[in-house]
């Protein structure tokens, strides 16, 4: 499922040419002969969104006599509902698609009156509030991508292909990084959800989410994505697309800056130094920007928290105060106004920018902080703080050992509740290696504990394949969790064997390693992949010991989609990152394309130099 996906258009005359444009890039990606891509397709499309037989009251037909009036009760409400859904883009496109089991007047009454409590109740029973829209929610068919078979392609691309690749995507972050001060990451709202969130998954969103900005946010979203779903609009917001990472379009730039960003920005570019590739004006450029964005990171968004202890620590923030996250003025209000105020750091972009400040040779104190220490807080330990998981919407799982994601602000301040990402706890592994002898971990029995648990979670993970499943995962998919997985043996076959010795004595690394080679060989490279995934599967494949040989389907990949991104890059952008509500949001961009392919080639390359 996909978007065409849009900042919330100021001028809503200009978005109809916008939207043009979107269609006109889309078209442009697919040989209509496979995916019926063009805009006879987009015309049709609309056509018979603008045109369907209207099959009991819209959107607008329900929530306009709540939401639309006056303002009373909780104001947010309101205003999110016309800034988000009501713009007259969207109100266009979803006149005319209705819900018949809305026509029952007891039922919409009992829809409007839920409403109507989440704007006037001073504490919304949001279990109660949420049940009519799940129960909607629950009546449409969402899926994850299905790609078909690929024919498999033995013949390896030259090194001189390979190594023009490196430099294409090198060049594009060097310039990129020239012409803004900065490398951009990009946000995008797709309007028809995710599939792993239904009805239970949104009562659990509504009342395991803290801030109600982002409760009014996660339940009106939900309740459009009925509407879409359920009609002739959804061929218009959910084209098909190559392989498992889901294309952003353009208009879909909601541009800003982040040190989880910025750390693998750091890591590409470095990379790329190693790579021997780097003329002596781009070394220099390169080591430059990773300066720069080693101070972004360990600097700039350095935030001090209080530990389970009451010790004080000093993590990473996801959004750096402003002007930092280098939002247009315009959604800086916007991001306000759908229930994003607060920003809180979180676990994952901790331990990435520690790690590639140390992959630097950073030397700030910041460093020296024994992160396993108020990381062990934020462990699940059955029986002693499971309800640190609020938002559970991965509760298939057995938490036991893994690190929740969001860490409470110096104020106490919780908005997103809180959850447990696999992919994130790879990223807690890989900064433990980097830092073993300077953390004392092996030195230290509770911090060794701490990374034993977390292996242990790892392990059922693998040992039940659930690694796989995309619902496992929050924030990410299956691949790029892979992928992860590679960083993090990489850096855990870097230790002397001692100490992989205490670290892995029942040798579940290995265990682990021929799960995730066993998916990227069978599953992931034996269908069709787009550039994203191919990159993602290089570094997999190149981290964890396969066959080179192997890595041909996946260069042929990227060598064969060069000059894709036309104008913005080589690449086009791709989701890197999620998030599952209030809606999904996607996260990626050109840039980060170009960075996750010169890794993936830069792994292959020295693999295949390794023979």
């Keep these: 499922m996909t978007s065409v996906t849009f900042e919330f258009p100021a001028n809503p005359g200009s978005f109809f040419k916008d939207l043009q444009g979107a269609v006109v890039d889309l078209a442009s990606q697919f040989p209509a002969t496979r995916y019926f891509m063009s805009l006879h397709y987009f015309a049709g499309a609309a056509c018979r969104a603008l045109t369907a037989r209207k099959d009991g009251p819209s959107l607008y037909d329900v929530c306009d006599p709540v939401l639309a009036g006056q303002a009373r009760g909780d104001p947010h409400l309101a205003k999110f509902y016309k800034t988000a859904l009501g713009n007259p883009a969207l109100r266009l496109l979803l006149r005319r698609a209705g819900v018949s089991e809305l026509r029952d007047e007891a039922k919409l009454t009992r829809l409007r009156e839920a409403l109507a409590r989440a704007r006037d109740d001073a504490e919304p029973d949001w279990a109660a509030v949420g049940r009519p829209i799940a129960e909607l929610v629950d009546t449409i068919t969402l899926d994850h991508p299905k790609p078909p078979p690929a024919m498999f392609v033995g013949a390896m691309p030259t090194t001189a292909q390979i190594e023009g690749a490196i430099r294409d995507c090198a060049q594009h972050l060097l310039v990129s990084y020239g012409k803004n001060g900065f490398l951009p990451t990009y946000a995008a709202f797709n309007l028809i959800g995710d599939p792993d969130v239904r009805g239970r998954e949104l009562i659990m969103a509504l009342t395991g989410l803290n801030a109600r900005g982002y409760k009014n946010s996660s339940l009106l979203f939900n309740l459009a994505r009925v509407f879409i779903a359920r009609s002739p609009a959804r061929a218009v917001i959910n084209p098909p697309w190559r392989g498992i990472a889901e294309p952003m379009w353009e208009p879909v730039q909601i541009r800003h800056r982040s040190a989880y960003y910025d750390a ?99 030397i700030d104190p910041i460093i020296d902080q024994p992160l396993l220490d108020f990381y062990a807080g934020y462990q699940v330990l059955s029986g002693v703080n499971e309800p640190r998981v609020t938002v559970p919407l991965n509760d298939h799982l057995d938490y036991e050992g893994g690190v929740a994601t969001w860490i409470d602000n110096v104020r106490g301040e919780r908005p997103y509740g809180n959850d447990l990402d696999p992919t994130l706890n790879l990223d807690i592994l890989e900064v433990s290696f980097r830092n073993l002898a300077r953390w004392k971990i092996l030195e230290t029995p509770a911090r060794l504990a701490t990374v034993h648990r977390i292996i242990g979670f790892q392990k059922r993970l693998a040992a039940s394949g659930a690694f796989a499943n995309p619902r496992s995962h929050i924030y990410y998919l299956p691949e790029l969790y892979s992928a992860y997985f590679g960083r993090c043996y990489a850096a855990f076959l870097a230790l002397p064997p001692a100490a992989q010795a205490a670290i892995d004595p029942n040798g579940d690394f290995d265990f682990i390693r021929h799960r995730v080679l066993s998916y990227v060989k069978v599953e992931l490279m034996a269908a069709e992949m787009n550039v994203f995934d191919a990159a993602l599967a290089l570094i997999a494949l190149g981290h964890l010991g396969a066959d080179p040989r192997a890595f041909a389907p996946a260069l042929n990949v990227i060598v064969n989609a060069i000059g894709e991104g036309g104008r913005r890059g080589p690449f086009r952008a791709y989701e890197w990152n999620k998030m599952k509500t209030p809606t999904r949001i996607l996260v990626g961009g050109p840039e980060v394309t170009s960075a996750f392919v010169l890794m993936g080639l830069a792994v292959a390359k020295r693999a295949m130099a390794r023979g």
Excluded: W
């Design 264 to 362: 693998f920005f750091i890591e590409a570019l470095l990379s790329y130094v190693e790579t021997g590739l780097a003329s002596p004006t781009d070394k220099i450029a390169a080591q430059r920007a990773i300066a720069d964005m080693v101070d972004f990171c360990v600097n700039i968004s350095r935030e001090e928290v209080e530990g389970s202890n009451g010790q004080r620590f000093n993590v990473i923030t996801a959004l750096a105060p402003a002007p930092h996250p280098r939002f247009s003025r315009y959604f800086a209000q916007i991001k306000q106004d759908l229930g994003f105020g607060v920003y809180v750091p979180d676990c994952d972009t901790t331990a990435c920018s520690i790690s590639a400040a140390t992959q630097a040779g950073c």
